[in-house]
């Protein structure tokens, strides 16, 4: 399903609107296991005592520090809308040092990072308020690896994809997907629209039910600015796409 936005949110829609959440939260500090390291993340608790999906951010190839507010807001926006969210830095301090310098490790660490992500799933999905299901957003390399993890591990029930691209790191063809939610703007430079479309066309060879929603005229890195039109309507069609698959 291919779904084009126009610059009008729906009425419905616009019940999801960043005002509508707890912008402020600034999140816990924590570190969670995996094989490789111990891992930083910053968690936003959903209210409640009632068992909730986990949620798992991963970032694009900047990390989170250079727009932390808005993903903090962005994280905080999930919380709210009762899902456990969980900001996750999976560089290592050695990866930070290669990007620094200007060397390409995505395609090198990759499989290494998705196994990362798996383990923090796995810990989170035993934690007491969790219901066991686990669910993906994930932005520019962060998108791509979400796909990839959601590839390898089964365990994984639903991944958003902000202007990502196939897993191409895999070292194997992938053979399945959960759903997705695809979103894209037809103005970006840095990982075209065509990445999508692909990452749409696998997912649908799979007999998967992928939803591709392309933004017209919009560029890249739009996901975390949720007070943008674009970026609170992307916002709430994550919401409505998680409650629906992990509720």
Known sequence: M???????????????APTAFAADAAGQKMTLPAKERNVDVTFFRAPGDAPRPSILLLHGANGFDSQIANYNRYAAALADAGFDAYLVFYYSPGDWQ????????????????TSLVSDIAADVRKRPDANGKIGLVGFSNGGTLSGGTAARDPAISAAVIYYGTVPFPLETPVERLPPLLILHGDADTIIPIEQGRKLAELAKSLKGKPELVVYPGERHGFGSRIDSDNGADALARTIAFLKRELK
């Open 98 to 113: 290669r990007l620094t310098r200007g060397d390409d490790i995505f395609a090198r660490r990759f499989l290494a990072w």
């Open 2 to 16: 291919i779904r084009i936005v126009c610059a009008a949110l729906a009425a419905g829609l616009l019940l999801f």
